[in-house]
């Protein structure tokens, strides 16, 4: 009976959950459906039908948040759920794609929207009423119902999974790879969701009574505050060090001090509501002192990105840095001076400026790119002023710039300062190949303390002019060279390039076939007057073995010195290679 009553109770919990949140869990079954049907049809990996799986993903923390702010008022307010679903289509119609993939700055903005769903989560009960213990309460079932959901989920994840490996090697039976995966989905889709949402209590305004147990006391008192002082030790040490040394602080230390003061404002919600009356003097202490303590470490912070950000501009990691040192001051200053000093400020501020920095000229997106094209107009100047001869690291500063760009198709920014586009100018549909002709088309020269100047050792093919004669050659496959990965093959033939050489090794299984020597190759390259645009016939190679024909055709070529080699070998390249076998 008491099977019978537990699956009983569990059924009530499904349809109660389902009555309460009916939009979220018909969202989240019917997103799980159509990632398992992408994954079916091997189009999982589709640009266009992974936004739609973006927006499936981010829309269940949005609704739940929104039927929780939508509790709060006594008459129905469907415009609410209207809203958040005209926020999640326009998420889907502003999703930028490129070609196969999704562009980098729709993925950080579906990180900024999921993660300020889930703050919105954690506050939208509390946004017209507050009262500390109900909150710390409500923050507690929702931990509880996450760790619950996910550990459930996982259970019956592995039980499947096990079931399918039995199914599969005792009745020789073949399970499909594709299959594990969809059934990692569904847990997490569906039945993590369902569980989720069915743990959560419906009046929580009126729980009000503290149950703060021994082991969530021992947690705060013995583990996490001896973190927070192990932290402020390690940091104002180095703030010692940097002081006696006289030196500006490395820009690792502002990842350490952000993490300082997140863990700072767990412990604080934590504690909030037994901070006055619980018999503990290292809880009660712990405001004012530890933001206190926090300040000098904030200043530290400021000075760090600000370093950073002056020697190299901004870039999206460097905004987000920045931003929430901001954050943090300003959360610092309100917990010392609010008299109200209401917790729910974390997470709900949070989420505000993480949808705010999302979007507009001041958005994370804008400003970095603007910096970025004004650290390339200096950086170039400085080259040009100099007769194109600079240092190792101020070509690479420049380098580093172009590939940032090229990652945000924003190339065509720089415009202005080149005098042309380089997206117009290098007519490719390599976006790799963009950045390096651009590079090898400044040509560069490299010069070191003793004047001595290097050359460019990267060298590319003119691809308006590779045409590729596959006459006398059965397959044609593109292969991607380097010294320390060896995994390129073409029907069981296997081609490896040998470090400190120019060799390429040819084998078939445990069988030595034999070697191409690509030094020639590279003389004749070492003497041309530019290193792009190279005339195709430059960059081929022909070699017949016994009972193998061969042909490369490189599009790119790169030379560097290992250890302490006497001279620049092959260390990457990309061709194009082709292959006939010989009948004996």
């Given at each position: 009976?008491?099977?019978?009553?537990?699956?009983?109770?569990?059924?009530?919990?499904?349809?109660?959950?389902?009555?309460?949140?009916?939009?979220?869990?018909?969202?989240?079954?019917?997103?799980?459906?159509?990632?398992?049907?992408?994954?079916?049809?091997?189009?999982?990996?589709?640009?266009?039908?992974?936004?739609?799986?973006?927006?499936?993903?981010?829309g269940i923390s949005w609704l739940i948040a929104t039927?929780?702010?939508?509790?709060?008022?006594?008459?129905?307010?469907?415009?609410?759920?209207?809203?958040?679903?005209?926020?999640?289509?326009?998420?889907?119609?502003?999703?930028?794609?490129?070609?196969?993939?999704?562009?980098?700055?729709?993925?950080?903005?579906?990180?900024?929207?999921?993660?300020?769903?889930?703050?919105?989560?954690?506050?939208?009960?509390?946004?017209?009423?507050?009262?500390?213990?109900?909150?710390?309460?409500?923050?507690?079932?929702?931990?509880?119902?996450?760790?619950?959901?996910?550990?459930?989920?996982?259970?019956?994840?592995?039980?499947?999974?096990?079931?399918?490996?039995?199914?599969?090697?005792?009745?020789?039976?073949?399970?499909?790879?594709?299959?594990?995966?969809?059934?990692?989905?569904?847990?997490?889709?569906?039945?993590?969701?369902?569980?989720?949402?069915?743990?959560?209590?419906?009046?929580?305004?009126?729980?009000?009574?503290?149950?703060?147990?021994?082991?969530?006391?021992?947690?705060?008192?013995?583990?996490?505050?001896?973190?927070?002082?192990?932290?402020?030790?390690?940091?104002?040490?180095?703030?010692?060090?940097?002081?006696?040394?006289?030196?500006?602080?490395?820009?690792?230390?502002?990842?350490?001090?952000?993490?300082?003061?997140?863990?700072?404002?767990?412990?604080?919600?934590?504690?909030?509501?037994?901070?006055?009356?619980?018999?503990?003097?290292?809880?009660?202490?712990?405001?004012?002192?530890?933001?206190?303590?926090?300040?000098?470490?904030?200043?530290?912070?400021?000075?760090?990105?600000?370093?950073?950000?002056?020697?190299?501009?901004?870039?999206?990691?460097?905004?987000?840095?920045?931003?929430?040192?901001?954050?943090?001051?300003?959360?610092?200053?309100?917990?010392?001076?609010?008299?109200?000093?209401?917790?729910?400020?974390?997470?709900?501020?949070?989420?505000?400026?993480?949808?705010?920095?999302?979007?507009?000229?001041?958005?994370?997106?804008?400003?970095?790119?603007?910096?970025?094209?004004?650290?390339?107009?200096?950086?170039?100047?400085?080259?040009?002023?100099?007769?194109?001869?600079?240092?190792?690291?101020?070509?690479?500063?420049?380098?580093?710039?172009?590939?940032?760009?090229?990652?945000?198709?924003?190339?065509?920014?720089?415009?202005?300062?080149?005098?042309?586009?380089?997206?117009?100018?290098?007519?490719?549909?390599?976006?790799?190949?963009?950045?390096?002709?651009?590079?090898?088309?400044?040509?560069?020269?490299?010069?070191?303390?003793?004047?001595?100047?290097?050359?460019?050792?990267?060298?590319?093919?003119?691809?308006?002019?590779?045409?590729?004669?596959?006459?006398?050659?059965?397959?044609?496959?593109?292969?991607?060279?380097?010294?320390?990965?060896?995994?390129?093959?073409?029907?069981?033939?296997?081609?490896?390039?040998?470090?400190?050489?120019?060799?390429?090794?040819?084998?078939?299984?445990?069988?030595?076939?034999?070697?191409?020597?690509?030094?020639?190759?590279?003389?004749?390259?070492?003497?041309?007057?530019?290193?792009?645009?190279?005339?195709?016939?430059l960059m081929t190679i022909e070699h017949s073995f016994?009972?193998?024909?061969?042909?490369?055709?490189?599009?790119?070529?790169?030379?560097?010195?290992?250890?302490?080699?006497?001279?620049?070998?092959?260390?990457?390249?990309?061709?194009?290679?082709?292959?006939?076998?010989?009948?004996?």
């Amino acid at each position: 009976m008491k099977i019978i009553s537990s699956l009983g109770e569990i059924t009530s919990n499904a349809k109660d959950a389902f009555k309460r949140f009916p939009i979220t869990l018909c969202w989240a079954i019917t997103g799980t459906l159509f990632t398992l049907f992408t994954i079916e049809t091997d189009t999982f990996d589709n640009a266009f039908y992974g936004r739609v799986i973006l927006t499936f993903t981010l829309g269940i923390s949005w609704l739940i948040a929104t039927h929780f702010f939508e509790e709060q008022f006594k008459r129905d307010k469907t415009w609410v759920f209207l809203l958040t679903l005209g926020f999640l289509l326009l998420f889907y119609f502003c999703v930028e794609v490129n070609g196969s993939k999704i562009h980098q700055n729709s993925i950080i903005r579906f990180i900024l929207y999921f993660v300020s769903g889930h703050l919105l989560v954690m506050v939208t009960p509390f946004i017209f009423k507050w009262n500390k213990s109900a909150y710390f309460n409500y923050l507690k079932s929702v931990f509880i119902a996450i760790v619950r959901s996910l550990f459930f989920s996982l259970i019956l994840y592995l039980g499947i999974v096990l079931a399918l490996l039995a199914i599969k090697y005792l009745f020789n039976i073949d399970v499909k790879g594709e299959r594990f995966f969809q059934v990692f989905v569904l847990c997490i889709g569906i039945v993590n969701t369902w569980i989720y949402l069915s743990d959560f209590p419906k009046d929580v305004h009126n729980q009000l009574a503290i149950n703060y147990t021994k082991a969530l006391e021992v947690l705060v008192k013995y583990i996490l505050i001896p973190l927070v002082i192990l932290y402020l030790i390690i940091l104002y040490a180095y703030s010692l060090k940097i002081v006696i040394s006289w030196s500006l602080p490395k820009g690792w230390v502002s990842y350490l001090v952000i993490a300082l003061s997140f863990l700072g404002f767990i412990v604080q919600i934590l504690i909030n509501p037994i901070q006055k009356t619980i018999n503990s003097r290292t809880i009660r202490k712990f405001y004012p002192w530890f933001y206190y303590l926090l300040l000098p470490l904030i200043a530290l912070l400021f000075v760090a990105i600000f370093r950073r950000i002056n020697e190299y501009g901004i870039t999206e990691n460097r905004y987000f840095v920045l931003l929430l040192a901001c954050w943090v001051l300003a959360m610092i200053l309100y917990i010392l001076f609010s008299k109200r000093k209401k917790i729910k400020v974390f997470p709900f501020s949070l989420a505000v400026v993480a949808l705010l920095v999302s979007f507009g000229f001041w958005g994370v997106f804008s400003v970095s790119t603007k910096s970025q094209v004004k650290q390339f107009e200096k950086v170039y100047t400085d080259i040009k002023t100099d007769n194109f001869t600079t240092t190792f690291e101020k070509k690479n500063q420049l380098r580093s710039i172009v590939r940032y760009l090229n990652n945000k198709h924003e190339l065509h920014k720089i415009e202005n300062v080149l005098g042309y586009n380089p997206k117009i100018a290098f007519k490719t549909n390599s976006h790799w190949q963009l950045q390096n002709r651009l590079m090898d088309s400044l040509n560069i020269k490299v010069i070191d303390n003793t004047n001595n100047v290097y050359r460019n050792n990267y060298y590319s093919i003119d691809d308006s002019k590779m045409i590729i004669n596959t006459k006398n050659y059965d397959v044609l496959k593109i292969l991607y060279f380097n010294s320390y990965e060896n995994r390129n093959s073409i029907n069981n033939y296997r081609f490896s390039l040998n470090e400190k050489t120019n060799i390429i090794k040819v084998s078939k299984g445990d069988t030595h076939i034999g070697d191409i020597d690509c030094s020639e190759m590279i003389q004749k390259l070492k003497k041309q007057e530019k290193n792009y645009a190279i005339a195709p016939n430059l960059m081929t190679i022909e070699h017949s073995f016994k009972t193998l024909n061969i042909k490369f055709v490189f599009q790119n070529i790169n030379l560097s010195k290992i250890d302490d080699a006497a001279e620049k070998h092959l260390s990457n390249a990309s061709a194009y290679v082709l292959i006939k076998e010989n009948v004996e």
